[in-house]
């Protein structure tokens, strides 16, 4: 039956759109998380025309037959890229952006190439390197933070070290410290047209919009950051909450069609 093929189709989609809310929901409390959102279009539809030869001409309010759809579809997906609420850790490597334009850039391994890609979380740690001689700042799945020369790589036999709000970075070494690198802070003007790969990371799309990528990205000269601090996501709970009371209603009431398609059918093959 045309009903239960139509339901069945829609509560596939439904279930992509829940498991999108699950998502944002089990991301809470990671830190500079984005809310995904999902928008519906629906699917082809087919004109089913009801009107007899002699009433072609006929004056009508109403359409000249119904229209029949096939269902509904995930049309695309969003990020909100708003920003969210700063919270203080007092960690010393925890760091904050306080422009919602503004990404931290990690160095990752596509391919066995490296490639740039964009972050808000600023949550870094040490890693050691070359037998504990060298340590390098990384984010909490291990991938390199880019400063103004790359990489940021130190020196071993560090005594402390601190991120300042300039993001310079300052080791101390015999009771004596110095700066030795600069986080590499960017700002793009359409941070929507990224795309979510993972790891609370970003990346422009092959192609993105047609447009040179230089003239979206701008390396920040003046960066004020907040250290000591993470920026929360910017997911909200109830709205979550929400939304998946409504998905699960419209499950509910999409297979309830198949069901009710199903008695009727056995009500005709019981018919004599």
């Not at 037959?65 to 969210?84: C, E, F, P, S």
């Not at 066995?112 to 979380?121: D, E, F, L, W």
């Amino acid at each position: 039956m045309r009903s239960s093929l139509l339901a069945a189709t829609t509560m596939g989609q439904l279930q992509k759109k829940l498991d999108l809310i699950s998502h944002n929901m089990a991301n809470a409390n990671t830190p500079g998380y984005k809310t995904r959102t999902a928008d519906f279009s629906s699917l082809l539809f087919q004109q089913l025309n009801n009107l007899s030869a002699g009433d072609e001409g006929a004056t009508r309010t109403t359409p000249a037959g119904i229209r029949q759809g096939t269902g509904a579809r995930l049309g695309h997906t969003n990020i909100k890229m708003d920003a969210g609420t700063i919270v203080s850790t007092n960690r010393p490597l925890d760091v904050a952006l306080t422009d919602d334009k503004q990404f931290f850039q990690v160095q990752v391994n596509e391919n066995g190439q490296a490639v740039t890609q964009y972050t808000r979380a600023g949550n870094f740690y040490l890693q050691p390197i070359n037998n504990n001689e060298q340590v390098m700042l990384v984010t909490n799945e291990g991938n390199p933070i880019i400063g103004q020369n790359g990489p940021i790589v130190l020196q071993g036999n560090i005594d402390d070290i601190s991120i300042q709000n300039n993001g310079a970075i300052s080791v101390t070494r015999g009771g004596q410290a110095q700066i030795e690198a600069n986080l590499a802070i960017v700002q793009i003007e359409r941070p929507r047209s990224l795309e979510a790969v993972g790891g609370n990371r970003y990346r422009f799309p092959d192609g993105a919009l047609g447009v040179n990528l230089d003239d979206m990205i701008e390396a920040v000269q003046n960066v004020n950051i907040k250290v000591g601090s993470l920026e929360s996501s910017n997911v909200n709970l109830s709205e979550e909450m929400t939304s998946m009371l409504e998905m699960q209603r419209a499950y509910q009431f999409n297979s309830r069609s198949i069901s009710m398609g199903d008695d009727m059918m056995n009500l005709i093959n019981q018919l004599r």
